[in-house]
């Protein structure tokens, strides 16, 4: 058997086809764009390649997008003043402020700070909440785009074990919740579980998302599962990684996601989704 690829790169175009569309016909509606500020504080590099791709795919569908660049010493003070500047800019409708931040910055602090009906990331405790009691304003894009990405080749949820490896605010907490939503059965790993493989064997759905090259081999997964990769990881000789080892899980899944071209373009496309909601909620 040899795993079905899930193709992120051909979703993730649908998808914002369907936002380009819906972005035209806000343009005519209220005679301004839907628009995206992304705030990035510093030089992280691959953090630049991820906010100059989130712009270039608003762009791409006809909505407006700023890249703020601010340099790595701006204070928490400064960073606060220019979210509040944001929150009250009636043409913006979406505001991201790419993490990591850093160490200076109190990132808690900087993202309550967004208006929770610009926050198309889903980090504001509000939004969190909201996901958390089963009625989300925005969905968290990452975790979103997994969600889709099940979806679009029919993998049975409900009554699924989901094992998702990884605990974080932005992709395993929320991943969870919306596979409970989903009636899954879930199951979070963190980098204390006792005997990883033990429970990722056990998974129909896992998830992989701790930033660990290749952590998830072949020896780890159940015959037949769906294996999504969350993970990008630059190795040393420059190439991309993700979390599982591809070619030797492969063989093994049911179905699997590339590293490139897999969860990454949902990423962007769920944030063009999140933006254009946000719009369209501020019009009526
Ligand atoms: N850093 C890594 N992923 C994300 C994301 O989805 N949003 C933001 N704001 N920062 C990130």
């Not at 051909?10 to 819906?22: D, G, I, K, P, S």
């Amino acid at each position: 058997m040899t795993a079905q690829l899930i193709d992120g790169l051909a979703l993730a175009q649908q998808t914002r086809a369907q936002v380009a569309q819906r972005a035209a016909a806000f343009e005519q509606k209220s005679g301004r764009k839907a628009g995206l500020t992304v705030v990035l504080v510093g030089e992280n590099p691959a953090s630049q390649v991820y906010v100059r791709n989130k712009v270039k795919a608003c762009e791409a569908a006809g909505m407006k997008s700023e890249l703020i660049m601010l340099p790595a010493d701006t204070s928490q003070a400064a960073l606060l003043t220019k979210i509040d500047q944001l929150n009250a800019d009636t043409s913006v409708d979406g505001i991201l402020v790419q993490l990591p931040l850093p160490s200076q910055i109190d990132s808690h602090r900087v993202i309550e700070a967004i208006a929770a009906d610009k926050d198309v990331d889903g980090f504001h405790v509000a939004n969190a909440g909201a996901l958390m009691t089963g009625a989300p304003q925005f969905t968290p894009c990452t975790p979103y785009g997994v969600m889709k990405m099940l979806e679009s080749i029919g993998t049975p949820i409900r009554g699924a074990h989901a094992v998702i490896v990884g605990a974080s605010n932005i992709v395993g907490k929320p991943m969870a919740m919306l596979l409970l939503a989903a009636g899954a059965t879930v199951t979070i790993c963190n980098s204390k579980t006792r005997d990883l493989p033990a429970m990722t064997r056990q998974a129909d759905i896992l998830v992989a998302a701790v930033g660990r090259p290749k952590l998830i081999d072949a020896s780890m997964v159940k015959p037949g599962a769906v294996v999504i990769d969350v993970g990008i990881n630059r190795l040393d000789d420059g190439k991309l990684a993700g979390d599982v080892d591809f070619e030797s899980v492969k063989p093994v899944a049911g179905a699997i996601t590339p590293v490139p071209g897999g969860v990454g373009p949902m990423t962007i496309a769920m944030l063009l989704v999140n933006t254009m909601e946000s719009a369209e909620r501020r019009l009526v």
